[in-house]
């Protein structure tokens, strides 16, 4: 039998859900989290969550006879895919679906991709340029350092065109104009 809880002890675990309390063996997730500078812990949730669809669907993939034209059809839609978010580098088989990991998410974001292509030395210096305005994609200036990146979108990324960091990287160059950068 099990007394009911005092006053004070209820209102210190009221915030506190027993039901659906954080697993204690998630070292493996941390040291990702760390590694890529993850924010939100339900980003890389949801990567895992993406990855497993994708797995399970390459899993039933690869059960289905091969001379099937609609397991052909479905295995280059999710080929095309994958290679078009950047997640696999060539589109040979389903076994790299099978191999996929959550990891593979996290270097397509937008900072990792940042210190990939050189525009920072690291990842702390990528997000705080993010999140103060200094990069675009296309047209827009992109202020979530969450942003996964495309093979297609990765071609657009540059400096805002009145960037202080395109003005010292500029004058570095000396190829800088003062003319461009008037407000």
Known sequence: MERD????????LRKTNFVNYSREDNIREIKIIRKY????RQDYRSYNKIC???????HMLS???TRDPFRNKLTDQLLDKAYGMGLINTKKSLEQILNLSASAFCRRRLAVILV????CENLKQSINYIKQGHLRIGPNVVNDPALLVTRNMEDFITWTDNSKVKGR???YNDIYD???FLE
């Open 5 to 12: 809880l005092k006053w004070h002890e209820n209102k210190l």
């Open 178 to 180: 003062d003319y461009d």
């Open 52 to 58: 497993n669809m994708m797995k399970r669907l390459a």
């Open 169 to 171: 990287i500029l004058k």
């Open 37 to 40: 500078r993850i924010q939100d």
């Open 63 to 65: 059960k289905m006879d």
């Open 116 to 119: 990939r292509n050189n525009y």
